[in-house]
C-alpha cells in the first residue's frame, strides 16, 4: 500500500513538474521585432532578401516586422511578388520610409501602400508611380501604355482601399505621377501614411498599443514596450548579386567585358584580357537576366563595335568610326527599359562609350602598324637584307656571302662573282637564297 502510495505521490510530482515547464508563464519569450533594411532597386534580389526577413519573422513569432525601405523603384513583378509575401505574412509588416532624406518612388511606393502600417520619416517622399513601355515611351497615346497605367492604378486604389488610405491620391501618383512628402501623405484625408517617425526606436514607441487592421480583415493589437529588436542583413552572396544587378554596374561590366575580348582577339595569348573580359560578360548576362533589357540595345553596341573595328581596315576617312560611336550611344540609352529607376544615366554612358571608342581606335591602330612591320629577328628578319658575297657562286655550286656580319652558304639562280652586292630573297634552313642587288648609290639607292 506504501508503495502504491510513493508511486501516486512521485507521479503527482512530475505532472506537476511537467505542467509549470509548459504553462505559458515558464515558456512565455520576450517579444521581439524583426528589423530590416534594404536600399537599392526592386528587382529579384530584392524579393529574395524581403521573402527571406518575413519567413525569418514568422519563425521567430515575432511581434512585427519593420522594413526600412529606400528605392527609385523598380519591376513591376517584383514588387507584386512583394507584396503578396507581405499580406501573408503572420506579424505585422510594417514599412517605414527612412531615414531622413530617403525615398520610396514607382515600386517602393506599391509597398509603402500594401504594409499594414506606413510610416515615413521627416524629410523623405513617396510616390510617382507611373509604368511606362519596354521602350521607355510614355505617350498618351499609345494604347497599351494606357492599359498597362490603368492595370498599375487599380492595383494602388486596390492597395489603399484595403488598408483604408487615399484611394484617389494613389492613383494619381501612378496617373499624373504625383509624389508626396511625409507631412502631405500624413495630412491628406484619407492618410496616404499612418505616422510620421524619426527613427526606428520612435517608430516602435508610437507602435505600443496600437490596433492593425490586416489585409484579411483581422486586427492585432501591437505590444512594443521594451521589445527585443533583432536586425536582419543581406547575405553576402546577396550583397554581391544586388550590386551586380544595378544597371550602372552592369553597364559597366558589359563594357570592360567587351574590351577584354577585343584586346585578346588583338593579341593572341595575353591570356589575361580575355580571362577578365569572359568574367565580365558573364556577371553582366546575369545582370540582365534580372534587369529588363532592350535586345535592340544591345544589338546597336555589338554593330557599333563592329564599326569600330572596320574603321581599322578599311579608309572610310572616319565615317565607320563615328558611326560606330553613335550607334554605341544610342544602343547604350536604349539598352535598359526606362523603368523608373532602373536606366543609365547620361554621366556614366557619354564618358563609357568615348573611352571605349577611343580605346579600340588607338589600341586597333597599334596593333595593324605592329603587323605591317617588318620581322628584324630571327630568319625571316633576313630577307631583303643586303651582303657582300666572299667567293664565287653559280647555280650548281652554292658558295659564301656576309650579311649582317655573319658568314652564311649562298645560293643563286644567276652566276655570281667574288666582292658582288646581293640581296637575300630566301632563307631554306641554314642556307640564304640570294640575288644580285647592284651597287649602292651615295643616296643609298641601287645602281
Excluded at 547575405?235 to 574590351?259: C, H
Excluded at 560578360?281 to 573595328?309: D, E, R, S, Y
Excluded at 571605349?356 to 602598324?369: D, S, W
Aim: neutral net charge.
Amino acid at each position: 500500500m506504501r508503495i502504491r502510495s510513493g508511486a501516486a505521490a512521485l507521479l503527482f510530482a512530475l505532472l506537476f513538474a511537467y505542467a509549470l515547464t509548459t504553462s505559458p508563464v515558464a515558456a512565455a519569450t520576450p517579444p521581439v521585432a524583426i528589423v530590416a533594411e534594404y536600399e537599392g532597386i526592386i528587382h529579384p534580389i530584392a524579393v529574395e532578401f524581403i521573402d527571406e526577413v518575413i519567413t525569418r519573422a514568422d519563425t521567430r513569432g515575432a511581434a512585427v516586422t519593420v522594413i526600412v525601405l529606400r528605392t527609385p523603384g523598380g519591376l513591376l513583378e517584383s514588387t507584386r511578388a512583394i507584396v503578396s509575401r507581405m499580406l501573408v505574412a503572420h506579424a505585422p509588416v510594417v514599412v517605414f520610409v527612412g531615414p531622413a532624406g530617403g525615398r520610396a518612388a514607382s515600386a517602393g511606393f506599391l509597398i509603402t501602400l500594401a504594409a499594414d502600417v506606413a510610416i515615413m520619416a521627416p524629410g523623405t517622399h513617396i510616390g510617382a508611380a507611373h509604368p511606362v513601355s519596354a521602350g521607355g515611351e510614355t505617350a498618351p497615346s499609345d494604347a497599351m501604355t494606357k492599359k498597362v497605367a490603368s492595370d498599375a492604378a487599380a492595383y494602388a486604389r486596390t492597395l489603399a482601399e484595403t488598408r483604408g488610405r487615399n484611394a484617389a491620391l494613389a492613383a494619381e501618383a501612378v496617373t499624373e505621377s504625383r509624389s508626396f512628402t511625409a507631412h502631405e501623405a500624413l495630412a491628406a484625408n484619407p492618410r496616404l501614411i499612418d505616422m510620421v517617425a524619426p527613427d526606428v526606436s520612435d517608430l516602435l514607441r508610437q507602435l505600443d498599443g496600437r490596433t492593425v487592421t490586416r489585409f484579411d480583415g483581422s486586427n492585432v493589437i501591437l505590444h512594443t514596450t521594451g521589445i527585443a529588436i533583432e536586425r536582419v542583413e543581406m547575405t553576402r552572396r546577396q550583397q554581391f548579386l544586388s550590386a551586380i544587378a544595378d544597371p550602372q554596374i552592369a553597364y559597366l561590366l558589359l563594357t570592360l567585358g567587351t574590351l577584354g575580348l577585343v584586346v585578346e582577339l588583338w593579341n593572341p595569348g595575353a591570356v589575361l584580357p580575355g580571362v577578365a573580359g569572359g568574367l565580365c560578360l558573364l556577371l553582366a548576362f546575369f545582370a540582365f537576366q534580372v534587369l529588363p533589357i532592350n535586345t535592340i540595345g544591345l544589338l546597336l553596341i555589338v554593330f557599333g563595335i563592329g564599326l569600330l573595328i572596320l574603321e581599322l581596315k578599311m579608309p572610310s576617312f572616319g565615317v565607320l568610326g563615328l558611326g560606330g560611336t553613335a550607334s554605341l550611344f544610342v544602343g547604350s540609352l536604349m539598352l535598359t527599359r526606362e523603368v523608373p529607376g532602373v536606366q543609365v544615366s547620361y554621366g556614366v554612358i557619354l564618358p563609357t562609350v568615348l573611352t571605349l571608342a577611343g580605346i579600340v581606335l588607338f589600341l586597333g591602330r597599334l596593333a595593324l602598324k605592329a603587323q605591317r612591320i617588318q620581322p628584324v629577328t630571327g630568319a625571316d628578319g633576313l630577307v631583303g637584307e643586303r651582303g657582300r658575297t666572299l667567293s664565287t657562286i653559280a647555280p650548281d655550286r652554292p658558295g659564301q656571302v656576309r650579311v649582317h656580319g655573319e658568314i652564311w652558304r649562298a645560293t643563286s639562280p644567276t652566276a655570281l662573282d667574288e666582292e658582288c652586292q646581293v640581296r637575300v630573297v630566301a632563307v631554306d634552313g641554314l642556307t640564304l637564297r640570294v640575288e644580285p642587288a647592284g651597287s649602292l648609290t651615295a643616296d643609298g639607292g641601287i645602281s
